[in-house]
Structure formats: C-alpha cells, structure tokens
C-alpha cells in the first residue's frame, strides 16, 4: 500500500503497487462508485500483463483513498490530484488502463499533464456528457437525478438498492459527497468535452467496449484519429470483470501496438 497528499488540506491517494521490470509504469483507474484493487488486480497480474511495474490508484473519494467533503470532484479536479499523486510516485510518461469515469479522468488528465501519459487503453468510457438525468437509481445519471441534499438526505439508499451487491461492495466505500458530485461532474463532461480531447491526444490510444452493445457511437471519427476501437466478446461494461481472459489480450494486444 502506497499514498500520497494531493489536496492543500492532505488528503491522500492510495494505490496498491505491482512490482515490476523495465518499461513504463502502468496505472490503472477505476469507474464511478468503484477500486481498482477490487477491478483490477485479476488481470493486472495475468502473465500477459505482469512484470511492469503497476499502480492500481483509487481516485480521491474513492476506495482506498480518503473522502473529503470540500473537494468539487469534477474531472479536471481527479486528474490534477491523480497527477499529484503520480509525480509523488515518481511516474512519468506511464500506460494507462482505464475504465468507465476513470477513462474519462485518464483523457482530462493526458490533456493536462501530457509528461505523465504515453499511451491510453479506454475501458468503455465515458466520452460525451448527459444531458438529461436517467430515473433515480444506477449509474451517474440515476445518482445525478438527486441533488446532493437529497442524496445525503438517504436518497443513497435508493442507488444502493438499484445498483445491487456486486457494485455496493466498492461503492460502500465511496464518500457521499464524491459519489454525488463525481456523478454531477461525469454526466456535465469535461471542458472540452473528453471526446474532443480524446481525438485530438498525441499518444497511442485504444478504446475497449462491449461487443454486445453494438457499433460505438462515433466509432469511424475516433479511428479516423488514429483511436483503435476494439469490441470485446461475451461481457458488459464491467470488461475485466466479466471476461478476463478477453480483456487481457485485448489490452496486451493494445499495449504492444
């Protein structure tokens, strides 16, 4: 267990560290309500994936990491405090695998600390904002339909109940107030919005979704980018959760390239 101070007040980082041989480092970020330890670790530590030195963080809020109530949690805040931590961690121009809201921290991120990203594999991410707040309950847009009085009020239970066991089990962790306003913030987007930064970002970048779902929106405008769009087999938006195996490969295959 490794942390670092990333606010004024020192609030901490916290990740779990991989040991690992030459090459750049490899961070992996989870989603919204999530902890990379918990999502991660399986196939960070796959032999087609092992050997790098590999920092499973959890985002201010969440996880591991402390909660403060004083943090705005919009996207360019995460990648600020997530650059924080990394430059105490000594990582600089590392490989990021990164999913859901944290592929949208990890894009912020790139387009504000470039020294510290050389390549991007995006675990279904959220790329565009949402304009409309979804029916109370899952994901950022159910969270986003209360507002943050409401929420702490003990609307939360109606999300806990939604989201079910698997997905409370980390989300139980997440501070109120960071599960709240990081939903506000992901379904706002970042300035420019990810998407435009995503198109426009200088490294190698791989965009990983669910083959289930369909083509990707605006799948040929990211490969006319130079973004690689990989569908992946048999599983939902929880990828390496759902097939490991699949992810791995296409993850290494996304690494290597």
């Known amino acids: 267990m490794h942390s670092a101070p990333v606010t004024p007040s020192g609030d901490l980082i916290r990740w779990v560290e991989l040991p690992g041989g030459d090459g750049p480092a490899r961070v992996y970020v ?51 405090a997530l650059a924080a931590a990394l430059t105490a961690a000594g990582v600089e121009g590392a490989e990021f695998v990164a999913h859901s809201m944290g592929g949208s921290v990890a894009i912020v991120l790139a387009a504000r600390h470039p020294h510290l990203v050389s390549r991007l594999v995006l675990v279904d991410a959220n790329l565009d904002p949402i304009p409309e707040p979804g029916p109370p ?43 709240h306003r990081s939903a506000v913030q992901l379904t706002r987007g970042s300035v420019p919005v990810m998407r435009e930064l995503l198109l426009d970002l200088p490294v190698p970048r791989t965009f990983l979704h ?10 040929d405008a990211l490969a006319a980018a130079g973004v690689s769009v990989v569908a992946v087999p048999d599983c939902g938006h929880n990828i390496m959760l759902d097939n490991p195996e699949a992810f791995v490969r296409a993850t290494a295959e996304a690494l290597a390239a």
Do not use: C, K, N
């Open 137 to 179: 309950g899952a994901g950022s847009s159910g969270i986003a339909a209360f507002t943050e009085e409401e929420f702490l009020a003990g609307a939360w239970r109606q999300v806990r109940d939604a989201v079910g066991p698997g997905w409370w089990s980390t989300m139980r962790l997440a501070g109120l107030e960071a599960l």
């Open 30 to 80: 989870h989603g919204l309500g999530s902890s990379s330890p918990a999502y991660f670790t399986e196939v960070a530590a796959h032999p087609l994936l092992a050997g790098r030195r590999s920092l499973l963080i959890d985002l201010l809020g969440f996880g591991l990491s402390d909660r403060p109530v004083d943090f705005d949690y919009r996207l360019e805040s995460h990648a600020d």
């Open 210 to 219: 669910p083959a289930a779902d369909g083509a990707f929106p605006g799948a």
